[in-house]
């Protein structure tokens, strides 16, 4: 019995250490009072590194949004908890936090839902203890999940491995990585006009991802693929990696991955080897957005970026409950949130109140919402996204399907266009 008391010691140490960061970032929960039970929802992103404003900035809005409902789903009371899934030395999500993230959440009794993860390769390695935990199963949306592999058949096994009892408890409010890559491509053949394009990935699980659908949709468009292959995180400088890609003549480059693994010297390289951004096209997909670092970059100024979904921007012309929310960040905080993906997050959080009213309060109740009947539907007028959305049971993808083109200029991500989604 020694190896399960040393678990729990584990589970509940980290259980503590997501609090603590969590209250350097403005405290770990947001609860209503009054009758009726409470139950827990819970926020798993990682609050070190690179992506620490991006996801400061997501629970933040999704605290103001529980205040707007009066933390309240149905008859449930609602507290809000924050788990960190990254580490200092890591500067971004880890694996071994991530896995005990997911033993601190099944423990936590009276949690019923998580909201997360931000990274493809940490819900990998939550979703099946998620889905085996007591009570059920446990429920986890996710706003920036965007590898096709968690839903649906991608790379080999999935997504069946990630579902050892054989039933779905994993959903997501954003469109997939077989969508972005390809609108990336169509839009790198059709409006920029590359010919011989170069692809770079990070050695994710959602670099890798997106990367090899850039790459199969270029093939069709008539784009010559002059490779792909991996960059590491961990080198001090690539002048002699992009000296390699040089020799090849591209006339565009795809970076597939995240911007935490060391994204800025990766970008202030290829400028300086390659060419600027007008010379060789550079695009990146979402995970490139949103970080303060490269939008004040130099080197990063004409990048193209693809997001899974909508902009802010484009969320605030559309008015209704997304610009009300916005109306609310900037009045708190003095701006709209740095990432795109904050009012994602509070998309997530609507699916996860509205079972939760539906069901009994238990985990397999909430779970059951989501996964049963015809799923869970946010109507038109109270979604943040401004367009009604509804969660397939058979699958946890949603209905809506949105690619924006992004370009990086003067110092901001503006939106240059809607990308049609077939």
């Not at 609602?78 to 993230?101: E, H, P, R």
């Not at 003549?249 to 060391?262: A, K, M, Q, R, S």
């Not at 969660?391 to 266009?417: H, W, Y």
Request: glycine share 12%; hydrophobic share 40%; charged share 20%.
């Amino acid at each position: 019995m020694a190896k399960p008391i040393k678990l729990v010691a584990v589970v509940a140490g980290v259980a503590l250490l997501a609090g603590a960061c969590a209250s350097k970032s403005g405290g770990s929960s947001a609860g209503g009072g009054g009758g009726g039970k409470t139950l827990i929802i819970s926020t798993d992103l990682p609050m070190q590194g690179a992506s620490k404003d991006a996801s400061e900035a997501t629970v933040n809005a999704i605290k103001l949004y529980l205040d707007q409902v009066g933390n309240k789903a149905g008859n449930y009371n609602i507290k809000l908890q924050v788990y960190d899934d990254s580490t200092a030395a890591a500067g971004k999500w880890d694996d071994a936090t991530c896995a005990a993230n997911a033993q601190a959440h099944v423990a936590n009794k009276d949690e019923v839902a998580v909201m997360g993860t931000y990274n493809s390769g940490c819900a990998k390695i939550e979703v099946p203890t998620l889905e085996q935990a007591p009570g059920g199963g446990m429920l986890m949306v996710s706003h920036a999940n965007t590898n096709p592999g968690l839903t649906k058949a991608w790379d080999p096994g999935e997504p069946d491995k990630y579902y050892p009892l054989g039933f779905r408890n994993y959903a997501r409010v954003i469109t997939t990585d077989d969508y972005q890559g390809s609108a990336a491509a169509q839009f790198a053949a059709q409006d920029l006009k590359v010919k011989n394009c170069f692809i770079i990935n990070d050695n994710e699980t959602y670099g890798q991802g997106v990367a090899k659908a850039f790459q199969d949709e270029a093939t069709k468009q008539g784009i010559n693929i002059l490779g792909n292959t991996a960059w590491d995180g961990k080198q001090p400088n690539y002048t002699a990696f992009f000296q390699a890609i040089k020799a090849k003549n591209p006339d565009c480059l795809y970076v597939g991955g995240i911007f935490d693994n060391n994204g800025g010297q990766l970008i202030k390289d290829k400028v300086k080897v390659l060419g600027d951004n007008n010379t060789v096209k550079l695009i990146g997909p979402d995970g490139f957005t949103g970080y303060p670092q490269l939008d004040k970059l130099a080197e990063g100024q004409g990048m193209y970026l693809t997001f899974a979904g909508l902009s802010t921007a484009q969320l605030r012309q559309a008015g209704g409950a997304g610009a009300k929310l916005l109306d609310a960040y900037k009045a708190k905080y003095g701006q709209d949130p740095p990432t795109d993906y904050a009012l994602y997050g509070v998309a997530a959080i609507q699916v996860i109140l509205k079972a939760i009213a539906g069901s009994d309060g238990t985990r397999k109740g909430v779970l059951d919402q989501v996964f049963g009947g015809s799923g869970i539907s946010i109507d038109a007028s109270t979604s943040v996204l401004g367009k009604a959305i509804t969660i397939d049971p058979k699958t946890g993808d949603v209905s809506a399907r949105d690619i924006s083109i992004l370009q990086l200029q003067n110092n901001q991500e503006g939106f240059l266009k809607a990308w049609p989604v077939s």
